[in-house]
């Protein structure tokens, strides 16, 4: 079988027919021992060439053979030499000592190989050639999608160059092209990618719709890299900002300065929202089109998040003033926000401060928290000065105690750690882990630890473990008791045998208290002759028969 060739086939050879050809060509040869067999080797077989024995009349009619060619002095040899000389008509000889010895293989072909269309061979004497095969392309192209467009630009056209589409003057037989701009919205998107140059104005040539591009400039890149339509023109791997428009054509394959390959996908549109303005918001219209609408036509106040002035820190930049100072903090809303602590938060209401590391303020007005991991949640005027302290609602409160709770109400003071007051008015706590639950005026001194006032007015607790329920102007006077102005225990006629209702239980003691007082009753005796007993101030009387 003979070389295919383009030019006689009439149109690009299959990769079939290139492997046929290079079957055809010698790549390595081999001279037999006993030098007249040679074998000549390509990558489909071998062709080998015998020499006879001797180039003698001799041979020839011991093998049989008949020659058409005249016998002449000139074609004998020499009789009883040893070089293998031919003797010549005049007499003298030449030697034929290259048959049956070594043979040069110099210019024979040893191997070969491929690189796309070039077919490179390597000689016997280490020397190389090249030769190109005509397939009708370099690259693998044949499953692109592609239109025949024209130059109508002012100039060259780079292969490569994503181009907008636009009349080309020829009533519709072809697509004018000029290169996209993703800063000019005029010449946006690119419809095609250029297969080729087209060198001069008017030039037509193919645009790549969908595909592969091989031959481009993409040292600047990274395989895998996405790759957009560039403002001012061209390709680029960074995504536009600003005003300019967004379009994607793809991914870079190969990475090479002049056989830089990639593939098409987005020629033709636009694929991602553009980039907005400070200010705008998209909007959709009646047609379900995003339009991008001023924030101020909505009748809202445009709060934009901006870096505050502490590390890592965020503030909205509003009309008025919000203060995120602290490291980690953040202030937003209202008037006049401070967050000056690490990490803490100041949102809404006017003039908040969150001045102690992790510190918060919710809405309000005046308020501030001092301490680290302390909060106040609305209210007005009022402080944390303790850690972990906590204040929700009403005014004037001071939360100096570390843990301490204040819920609503009036001028409230929790200087006492662990401790609450929960409304009321004008209370104060100094002790640990004590509560004081409404009422005005309530006090809570430093002994009283784990004591409590439930509402009444100008109560005091001065002992711990004690409590005072309702009431007014009641001091305790003794630890582990709880006070009362005066105690009804309700009931009704109706109560059943099953109901505990109009009963005062008090517990059997064993004995009587060592620090009797006057007016003290008890339940004493043994079990089931047990009775009761009031102290007279004197002695304790049984009050079996009355007092």
Avoid at 182 to 200: F, R, W, Y
């Amino acid at each position: 079988m003979g070389i295919i060739l383009r030019g006689q086939k009439g149109s690009a050879l299959t990769y079939e027919e290139l492997d046929g050809n290079l079957e055809q060509f010698y790549i390595s040869s081999s001279l037999s021992s006993n030098g007249r067999i040679l074998s000549l080797f390509t990558s489909g077989g071998v062709d080998t060439v015998t020499f006879p024995p001797d180039d003698t009349l001799q041979s020839i009619t011991d093998n049989g053979n008949t020659t058409t060619n005249s016998i002449t002095t000139l074609s004998f040899i020499k009789s009883g030499s040893t070089s293998d000389d031919i003797l010549l008509g005049d007499g003298s000889t030449t030697s034929l000592s290259g048959i049956g010895g070594s043979t040069d293989t110099g210019s024979l072909l040893t191997t070969a190989s491929v690189n796309l269309n070039e077919i490179t061979f390597t000689k016997g004497d280490s020397s190389t050639f090249a030769i190109t095969v005509d397939t009708g392309s370099a690259n693998p192209t044949t499953d692109n999608i592609s239109i025949t467009v024209k130059n109508v630009w002012t100039g060259t056209i780079a292969k490569g160059t994503p181009c907008y589409i636009t009349g080309s003057g020829t009533s519709g037989n072809v697509a004018g092209v000029v290169p996209a701009d993703a800063g000019d919205t005029s010449i946006m998107p690119a419809g095609v990618v250029l297969g080729e140059e087209l060198t001069n104005v008017g030039d037509e040539g193919v645009g790549i719709l969908s595909g592969f591009i091989a031959g481009v400039d993409t040292s600047l890149f990274n395989s895998g890299d996405s790759i957009y339509v560039d403002v001012g023109g061209g390709y680029t791997n960074t995504k536009p900002t600003g005003s300019a428009l967004i379009q994607k054509l793809g991914n870079v394959e190969k990475v090479d300065a002049v056989a830089g390959s990639g593939v098409i996908t987005g020629a033709g549109r636009s694929n991602d929202l553009p980039n907005i303005q400070q200010g705008y918001i998209w909007v959709g219209d009646s047609d379900g089109v995003p339009v991008a609408v001023s924030t101020g036509s909505l009748g809202i106040e445009t709060q934009i998040f901006v870096t505050g002035s502490g590390i890592d820190s965020i503030q909205l930049n509003n009309t008025y003033t919000s203060i995120a100072s602290g490291r980690n903090a953040f202030a937003g809303g209202g008037q006049f926000i401070t967050a000056s602590g690490e990490r803490s938060t100041a949102v809404g209401g006017q003039t908040n401060k969150a001045l102690g590391d992790f510190s918060t303020t919710l809405g309000g007005s005046g308020n501030t928290a001092v301490s680290g991991a302390s909060s106040i949640l609305g209210g007005e005027d009022n402080t944390t000065d303790g850690d972990y302290a906590s204040i929700i609602g009403g005014s004037t409160h001071t939360g100096s105690g570390d843990y301490s709770f204040i819920g609503g109400g009036l001028e409230n003071s929790t200087i006492g750690p662990k401790s609450a007051i929960i409304g009321g008015s004008g209370a104060e706590i100094n002790a640990t882990g004590s509560a004081i639950l409404g009422g005005s005026n309530n006090t809570i001194v430093v002994n009283g630890n784990q004591s409590s006032i439930i509402a009444g007015s100008n109560n005091t607790v001065e002992h711990p473990a004690s409590s005072i329920i309702g009431g007014e102007d009641i001091t305790t006077s003794r630890k582990f008791t709880t006070f009362a102005k005066s105690v009804f225990v309700t009931g009704s006629t109706g109560e059943t045998a099953a109901d505990f209702g109009g009963i005062l239980q008090l517990s059997r003691r064993t004995t009587t208290p060592s620090a009797s007082e006057e007016g003290m009753i008890i339940h004493s005796g043994s079990s089931g002759a047990s009775n009761l007993y009031f102290y007279n101030g004197t002695s304790w009387v049984s009050l079996t028969g009355g007092i």
